[in-house]
């Protein structure tokens, strides 16, 4: 069976970074045509940046880096540098990048590829903002139809927010991208934060990391033990939650996730609850479902997955 196509919009992020790596591992189930960076955890610069230092430490410097939106599409940017350090991926010490940021604008390639991809064979994975995807949308009407599955990491229900009492931080930045996003018909798998905080890497998980004894194992234990603190002070949290890698490890094995299909509405007017995800979970409207919406994760087998997979870079 050939490797499903898909290309990851991204804004590393040490929790992108490992859904990059697991991505990378796996060219025998995953064909990535390309990473586009978006602003998000950290401004586009570093996103960028930092795309290109994890693909040169996976050893695969010749994955195509595109930069992207650099700022939401209808508010100020928000950022995430008191999770993901300044630098957006604080913790280990890597070399600055040497390969090329591509020239193309990261929304250019989206569109590009899905329309010369045969129809219904490329999957999107956003892992930050939906700032790319939904300017892709809007500037190209025919390529949505042409998505054949968007998996992204975003959202909350019974998690409720991170960033905000009523908002996941993907969403809240650009709501109005996500609004379009779930309004699009395409396919969409969601990822929320009632999974990811059940994907916690403990003590025992980040020394199988570390125990791979690799540059890629000792830089993904040294990024989750900086990424864990803000986790482990907020919820109290045995370790770092690691929410996009989610999206990497569905696209190889979907049957450690379990979920429902139901629809979710984006919040983009109340101030109080602004990019909050109304998930229908208990199906009490009448309104279409648009999404499979992710409610629990085998943990073990996630980590199983990942350290597996990680130890073959
Ligand atoms: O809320 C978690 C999400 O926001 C993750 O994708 C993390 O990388 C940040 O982008
Ligand atoms: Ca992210």
């Not at 280990?92 to 129809?119: G, K, W, Y």
């Not at 395409?186 to 791979?212: C, G, Q, W, Y």
């Not at 989750?224 to 603190?229: G, P, V």
């Not at 803000?230 to 569905?250: F, I, M």
Request: include cysteine.
């Amino acid at each position: 069976m050939s490797a499903r196509k898909i290309i990851i919009d991204t804004d590393p992020g040490q929790d992108d970074a490992v859904a990059i790596l697991l991505a990378l591992a796996s060219p025998e189930e995953l064909e990535v045509l390309g990473i586009t960076c978006v602003a998000g955890n950290v401004p586009l610069p570093l996103t960028e940046r930092n795309a290109r230092i994890v693909c040169e430490l996976a050893g695969k410097p010749d994955i195509k880096v595109f930069a992207g939106c650099d700022a939401p599409l209808a508010r100020k940017l928000v950022t995430a540098e008191h999770v993901h350090g300044k630098t957006g991926l604080d913790g280990p010490t890597l070399p600055a990048p040497t390969m090329a940021l591509q020239p193309e604008h990261a929304v250019d390639f989206i569109i590009n590829t899905l329309r010369a991809e045969p129809s219904g064979t490329v999957t999107l994975c956003p892992l930050g903002p939906l700032t790319n995807i939904a300017t892709a949308f809007q500037r190209a009407p025919d390529i949505a139809p042409r998505v054949a599955e968007i998996v992204l990491m975003g959202g909350a229900y019974f998690e409720v927010g991170n960033i905000t009492p009523a908002a996941e931080f993907n969403i809240y930045v650009d709501p109005e991208a996500a609004d379009i996003v779930f309004r699009s018909g395409a396919p969409i798998t969601v990822m929320p934060l009632d999974v990811t905080h059940k994907a916690l890497v403990t003590r025992a998980r980040n020394e199988a990391f570390r125990s791979i004894g690799s540059p890629v194992g000792i830089a993904v234990a040294q990024m989750t033990e900086f990424f864990e603190r803000y986790d482990k002070e907020k919820y109290g949290s045995e370790g770092a939650p690691l929410h996009d890698p989610c999206v990497t490890a569905y696209l190889l094995q979907p049957g450690l996730f379990t979920g429902r299909h139901i629809n979710v509405e984006i919040e983009t007017h109340s101030p109080l609850t602004l990019g909050m995800t109304v998930a229908d979970w208990w199906r009490v409207t009448n309104r279409a479902p648009n999404c499979t919406f992710m409610g629990n994760v085998n943990a073990d087998g996630f980590f199983a997955l990942l350290t597996e997979r990680l130890a073959r870079l």
